[in-house]
């Protein structure tokens, strides 16, 4: 099998991260592999991370955004009496004391402090960037940026277990969060410091950990049996099966490849005539052939009345070369 058969391979690859590694290593070591012109992945794990990191091969990099924008669900282990300046297990420890009296409803009782909307600024050792620096290179240095608090919101936040001084939770939250920062911020109001020991993403926007294949497997299916892999990458139409979905003609699909502006009232003639019902506050919608060949992403005009042309996202171009 040629390494080069998978060059023009396009859809999302879901890896099962492995510890150690960062996302770039897995991107890295996934073009190296497959031999992909392009490749990204859907949103950073830390090394001391495992689990769901969607991979975006060739022509399903131009829709990452979208799914960069999902929600989050981890399982993880913070460990409690210890602070260190990653906020996770593997940093420098800055402090420690004895957490023995803590109680299971000690650690309850925090838990509403940290749902819903909540304040968080990243961690010191993090790849949030300052004047075009990532942190962690200025803490490297010596030199600890903080940065303004953004707004993140966590849905769920739930203690599982608690083991002595580890403690295992469940957390559903949205881009932006880190949970690092949260166990930080948690371990300070519980009074005894908290890091993170372990995590597992179980799911990022619409990827599960059950679809997801190691980064190993991927390199043992890649030099014995194509057709297997192929299976694994999830194609564009699937992955975007989540998007309100508005059938175009070939004409209109024409139109719409070749640049051409189409005026939103057409278009919302073209949706009332299919007597379709578009969600005002969905950003995005997807447009296909009857056939399901994708089109092209366009951002919802419910919500920009005022615009007199639709806004592409992204084109996409025909499979049909003839």
Not at 96 to 120: A, M
Not at 182 to 207: E, M, N, T, W, Y
Not at 306 to 313: G, V
Request: aromatic share 8%.
């Amino acid at each position: 099998m040629r390494t080069n058969d998978f060059k023009n391979l396009s859809g999302i690859l879901v890896i099962d991260k492995p510890q150690g590694l960062t996302s770039m290593d897995v991107v890295e070591e996934i073009k190296r592999v497959l031999r992909v012109k392009k490749a990204g992945h859907g949103g950073t794990l830390d090394p001391i991370a495992t689990g769901v990191l969607p991979i975006f091969l060739n022509e399903a990099t131009k829709v990452a955004q979208i799914f960069l924008d999902g929600d989050k669900l981890y399982e993880g282990v913070m460990q409690l009496g210890i602070t260190t300046d990653t906020y996770d297990i593997t940093g420098e420890v800055l402090a420690t004391s004895d957490p023995s009296s803590i109680t299971l409803e000690d650690v309850q009782r925090i838990i509403p402090h940290f749902i819903g909307e909540i304040q968080q600024s990243p961690p010191p050792f993090s790849a949030a960037k300052y004047k075009g620096r990532p942190l962690y290179r200025y803490a490297r240095n010596g030199l600890i940026i903080t940065k303004n608090p953004k707004t993140v919101r966590i849905y769920d936040f739930k203690i599982l277990e608690m083991n002595g001084a580890e403690v295992r939770f469940l957390l559903a939250c949205s881009k932006g969060t880190y949970v690092r920062t949260l166990v930080h911020d948690f371990g300070q109001r519980l009074g005894c410091g908290a890091v993170l020991k372990s995590l597992v993403r179980l799911k990022k926007s619409v990827f599960t950990l059950d679809q997801a294949i190691s980064l190993d497997e991927v390199k043992v299916i890649a030099k014995e049996d194509r057709i297997s892999l192929q299976k694994r990458i999830i194609p564009l139409e699937k992955a975007l099966e989540f998007l309100p979905k508005v059938i175009v003609n070939e004409e209109f699909a024409q139109k719409i490849r070749a640049g051409i502006r189409i005026p939103t009232s057409s278009f919302l003639s073209w949706v009332r005539f299919q007597k379709l019902s578009l969600n005002p506050t969905e950003k995005y919608i997807r447009l296909a052939t009857p056939k399901n060949e994708l089109v092209a992403i366009i951002e919802n005009p419910f919500m920009h009345p005022t615009n007199p042309y639709l806004t592409y996202f992204r084109v996409f171009p025909s499979r049909n070369k003839s």
